[in-house]
């Protein structure tokens, strides 16, 4: 009775562990970028953040590459460099159909990490982690369980 105990958890945990990892593998691929940022996919949209020195610009569409329109909008970044503890913040303002904006003094790094939060009017907020000179990576979340892409 105690092996068939071990077995049973042994293979609860392997199908567990299966499910998850082929879950998070389809969630890595990564979206097409087209305006030279750093794509990501946050819930049902698809964000793009193009950083520079001193600027930030973020475009909104769903996973059709269509554009959403930004009216209304609200959007904050959050620029960290590497492991420093010090942090700036920019708020995104909407511009244009599908844009949001933001400007300060800063610049970025190789290690520059940058999060997003966004809300659109009426609907969740979504986050999303950039790091816009190491494109093969980043990380989109929200509150709920993660959404199914059908590309």
């Known amino acids: 009775m105690k092996h068939l ?5 042994l293979c609860a945990t392997l199908l567990g562990a299966a499910s998850v990892g082929a879950h998070s593998a389809k969630h890595a691929e990564p979206v097409k970028a087209l305006h030279g ?4 996919a946050a819930g049902p949209y698809h964000l793009e953040l ?9 475009y909104l569409t769903d996973h059709s590459d269509k554009g959403i329109p930004s009216d209304g909008a609200k959007a904050k970044a959050t620029i960290q460099h590497g492991f420093e503890k010090a ?3 920019v708020e995104l303002e909407p511009s244009g159909d599908n844009q949001l904006k ?4 800063f610049t970025i790094h190789p290690d520059t990490g940058i999060l ?3 809300r659109l009017p009426e609907q ?4 999303a982690r950039f790091t816009p000179l190491n494109t093969k990576s980043g990380a989109a979340s929200r509150g709920e369980p993660p959404h199914k892409a059908k590309h």
């Not at 969740?124 to 986050?127: E, F, G, N, R, V």
């Open 87 to 89: 942090t700036i913040q």
């Open 37 to 40: 940022g750093q794509s990501l």
């Open 124 to 127: 969740q907020a979504y986050a």
């Open 50 to 58: 193009v950083a520079t020195d001193g600027e930030l610009l973020l």
């Open 102 to 105: 933001g400007s300060g003094t």
């Open 5 to 9: 105990l071990v077995n049973l958890t």
């Open 116 to 118: 997003v939060f966004l």
